[in-house]
């Protein structure tokens, strides 16, 4: 798994990448000066001020004021953390259209709570990510990342505010999902997310059809097929390893159902639209 992957020179915005599991992380911001966020892809994390803690999770992005010092931590290492994190400034758009950006306010959380939309997001700070590394010299790369980030936290900020009308999730399958969403790379069946859940499955698949619109089998692969997509432009893992993270216990499986959804193998969707 990769570590931290961020900018090499003094550059802002800065963007990163951080993918950690099975290591009990923790570590102390370097970057005070200025506004941070970490958006979560998988996993959970902590962030602890002198009198405080915090724990942001799957969809989240936690938006973090200058100057105030503070540490972060893994709190289960066996679940890790994945995160792509963004240092900033604020900017005369982003202060006239959004109410977040007071100094005094140390922490703030912002859900996403439209699956598709979280892994849209990810590639966003996956396209300014990839251009602050393959173009750190060019003259206007601040203004593009700068304007690639407002896209990002204006989105964040939009769905944050308009969940949608979707249809109220049961509590239980609420649960459910946000352990799914954790924790894509374990490999689970109906009957164990009915039994998390509490139910039996029959009610279990009843409830979660009503919640989600999708039967749980068909939204399970959707999001990991999506998630694999990302991983395939985002990094340079193998394909067994992306059908791993993402809970396919086969590759050759994996590749059959992702060129089902997809179209194409993950070895030419990459090469399509992937990883330099």
Same mark, same amino acid.
């Given at each position: 798994?990769?570590?931290?992957?961020?900018?090499?020179?003094?550059?802002?915005?800065?963007?990163?990448?951080?993918?950690?599991?099975?290591?009990?992380?923790?570590?102390?911001?370097?970057?005070?000066?200025?506004?941070?966020?970490?958006?979560?892809?998988?996993?959970?994390?902590?962030?602890?001020?002198?009198?405080?803690?915090?724990?942001?999770?799957?969809?989240?992005?936690?938006?973090?004021?200058?100057?105030?010092?503070?540490?972060?931590?893994?709190?289960?290492?066996?679940?890790?953390?994945?995160?792509?994190?963004?240092?900033?400034?604020?900017?005369?758009?982003?202060?006239?259209?959004?109410?977040?950006?007071?100094?005094?306010?140390?922490?703030?959380?912002?859900?996403?709570?439209?699956?598709?939309?979280?892994?849209?997001?990810?590639?966003?700070?996956?396209?300014?990510?990839?251009?602050?590394?393959?173009?750190?010299?060019?003259?206007?790369?601040?203004?593009?990342?700068?304007?690639? $980030?407002? +896209?990002?936290?204006?989105? /964040? *900020?939009?769905? !944050?505010?308009?969940? @949608?009308? #979707? =249809? %109220?999730?049961?509590?239980?399958?609420?649960?459910?999902?946000?352990?799914?969403?954790?924790?894509?790379?374990?490999?689970?069946?109906?009957?164990?997310?009915?039994?998390?859940?509490?139910?039996?499955?029959?009610?279990?698949?009843?409830?979660?059809?009503?919640?989600?619109?999708?039967?749980?089998?068909?939204?399970?692969?959707?999001?990991?097929?999506?998630?694999?997509?990302?991983? $395939?432009? +985002?990094?340079?893992?193998? /394909? *067994?390893?992306? !059908?791993?993270?993402? @809970?396919? #216990? =086969? %590759?050759?499986?994996?590749?059959?159902?992702?060129?089902?959804?997809?179209?194409?193998?993950?070895?030419?969707?990459?090469?399509?639209?992937?990883?330099?």
């Amino acid at each position: 798994m990769r570590g931290v992957i961020g900018s090499t020179g003094p550059m802002m915005p800065m963007t990163g990448y951080f993918n950690s599991r099975f290591e009990p992380r923790q570590w102390v911001e370097g970057n005070l000066a200025h506004w941070n966020g970490y958006y979560t892809l998988r996993g959970k994390g902590e962030v602890r001020f002198a009198n405080e803690a915090v724990q942001t999770g799957v969809g989240e992005l936690l938006l973090l004021a200058p100057a105030h010092r503070r540490s972060y931590r893994i709190p289960d290492p066996q679940v890790g953390w994945e995160f792509y994190w963004l240092h900033f400034r604020m900017t005369p758009r982003l202060g006239q259209r959004l109410d977040w950006f007071d100094p005094a306010r140390r922490w703030q959380v912002h859900g996403v709570a439209d699956v598709s939309l979280r892994v849209e997001l990810a590639s966003q700070l996956e396209a300014a990510h990839r251009f602050n590394l393959t173009e750190p010299d060019l003259p206007q790369r601040e203004p593009i990342v700068e304007a690639l $980030l407002e +896209a990002f936290l204006l989105r /964040v *900020a939009s769905a !944050a505010a308009s969940p @949608g009308g #979707a =249809s %109220p999730v049961d509590p239980r399958i609420e649960r459910v999902l946000e352990r799914f969403h954790c924790d894509l790379a374990t490999v689970v069946n109906v009957d164990q997310l009915a039994e998390i859940a509490g139910l039996s499955r029959s009610q279990f698949c009843l409830l979660f059809r009503r919640g989600t619109g999708r039967s749980p089998q068909a939204y399970m692969e959707d999001r990991r097929l999506e998630m694999a997509a990302h991983y $395939l432009r +985002a990094t340079g893992q193998p /394909v *067994a390893e992306v !059908a791993e993270m993402v @809970g396919f #216990a =086969s %590759p050759f499986y994996f590749t059959q159902r992702f060129h089902r959804r997809h179209g194409l193998s993950p070895t030419a969707y990459r090469r399509q639209h992937g990883h330099a």
